[in-house]
């Protein structure tokens, strides 16, 4: 559902502005993995905002980027840790300050903030921070690429869950038809979900040892290669 959602706002979403802007940065969520029904993340398509809603019974923790315990959704509640830095640096759209109290080992300090299963909050792993273009785009600003792939880890019910994400460049302009770019999305998404599901197949038939995942970097890579 997850990758279904962040194909179709892609694919629908305006045009970017003939000149360079935030707009040209897409940010997507490829797979929850594994699966928890009733769990829904989505996106903003620049990156400004994740979504996560929690409709199921269990509880939803949300990893801050020391490996802390920064959010508890719940289907009748939101908390936030006052000691996550996670809370600070999550203020705001750039960097926000952290206070001296705050501490990423310390035990949680947990305050409701909220009654609902939903919570909108901006994450600075999942979109461009630098002013200055990533290298790749700096290179061809006009061709699309993929800068880097994101995850943000949960705990659901004290086990680990994955989301996991791209941050791509939409080039603006005539050069790259809005299409194309809906079209190249997609098909990265869904060779990303082939990779996946083969090689958790191999992974079980093969001598039952496990071989290395394929990235969504390397699936973007090997799409390139047999393109003559």
């Known amino acids: 559902m997850a990758l279904y959602v962040a194909v179709l706002s892609l694919w629908t979403a305006p045009p970017a502005a003939a000149h360079s802007n935030p707009t040209n940065y897409v940010t997507a969520v490829v797979s ?23 409709q199921s019974a269990r509880t939803v923790t949300v990893s801050g980027y020391e490996h802390d315990a920064y959010l508890k959704i719940t289907a009748h509640g939101i908390w936030r840790n006052t000691l996550s830095p996670a809370t600070y640096l999550n203020d705001d759209l750039t960097i926000g300050e952290i206070p001296r109290a705050a501490n990423a080992a310390a035990t ?3 305050q409701q903030i909220s009654a609902s299963n939903s919570y909108r909050f901006h994450d600075h792993r999942i979109h461009w921070m630098s002013n ?11 061709r699309p690429h993929l800068i880097k792939n994101w995850t943000i880890g949960l705990l659901v019910d004290g086990t680990p869950v994955t989301v996991a994400g791209t941050l791509s460049w939409a080039p603006s302009g005539s050069a790259a038809p809005y299409w194309f770019l809906g079209s190249l999305c997609v098909v990265l998404a869904i060779a990303f979900a082939v990779v996946m ?32």
Do not use: C, Y
């Open 108 to 110: 949680p300090d947990w």
């Open 197 to 228: 599901a083969v090689e958790d197949r191999r992974n079980k038939a093969i001598n039952g040892g496990p071989r290395p995942k394929k990235d969504a970097m390397e699936v973007w890579e090997d799409l390139h290669r047999r393109t003559p």
């Open 32 to 54: 929850v993995q594994p699966a928890v029904k009733g769990l829904d993340v989505t996106t903003t398509r620049d990156g400004s905002w994740l979504t996560i809603a929690n």
């Open 132 to 142: 200055d273009r990533p290298a790749v785009v700096a290179q061809d600003p006009s």
